[in-house]
């Protein structure tokens, strides 16, 4: 990696989401929730302009990979975790969100030190859970400024479907890895053969 990467556009909006964080936080403890609910939708802005900056730019970089992601759970489990000690999301949606990112992170840590497996993007279900988190924060931090009926309504049933993403794509990432570690113990096998 270069360090150059870092002042590449797509990576410093990246930066930039995670810089947004505590100043969210730091509104949601005082009760100033349309300035956080300002900051978010920026911060979701800045999500999907560094994507396509990247793209359109070619700026696509291996500390993207990695960075966008990372800013991507520090703003949704911070989110997660600020609002249920708050008590506007119950706390058995964040302990789920929390054990299935902690799962994530340990066997994906594991298998790069045991085996070098590196590419773990995300898959479909990946980025619907993504999809449903942001909507969810969305309309919790809506209801807070509008308390109407079809609000609570937007909020419970996004609830639910981090629910259930949650774990869908946990289960769908287990499969992944066990048929990515037979893949390389299958090439090791042919290796072994062969040598």
């Not at 936080?25 to 802005?45: K, N, P, Q, R």
């Not at 700026?59 to 989110?79: E, H, N, V, W």
């Not at 774990?167 to 066990?178: E, N």
């Amino acid at each position: 990696m270069r360090l150059s990467e870092i002042f590449t556009a797509p990576n410093q909006l990246t930066l930039l989401r995670m810089i947004f964080v505590p100043f969210i936080v730091i509104h949601l403890v005082s009760g100033h929730y349309f300035w956080a609910l300002t900051l978010f939708i920026l911060a979701g802005f800045s999500d999907g302009l560094d994507g396509l900056l990247a793209r359109t730019l070619k700026q696509q970089t291996l500390l993207g990979q990695y960075l966008d992601p990372i800013a991507d759970k520090l703003l949704l489990s911070t989110m997660f975790l600020i609002l249920s000690i708050l008590h506007k999301i119950p706390w058995k949606f964040t302990v789920l969100v929390f054990s299935r990112d902690i799962g994530i992170l340990a066997v994906g840590t594991l298998l790069f030190a045991v085996a070098g497996l590196r590419d773990f993007r995300p898959s479909i279900f990946g980025k619907a859970n993504t999809f449903a988190q942001v909507a969810a924060v969305f309309f919790v931090l809506l209801l807070q400024l509008y308390p109407l009926r079809w609000i609570w309504i937007a909020r419970l049933t996004l609830l639910r479907a981090v629910f259930a993403f949650t774990i869908i794509s946990a289960v769908h990432y287990a499969f992944l890895v066990s048929y990515r570690l037979r893949a390389l113990s299958g090439q090791a096998t042919t290796a072994n053969k062969t040598s």
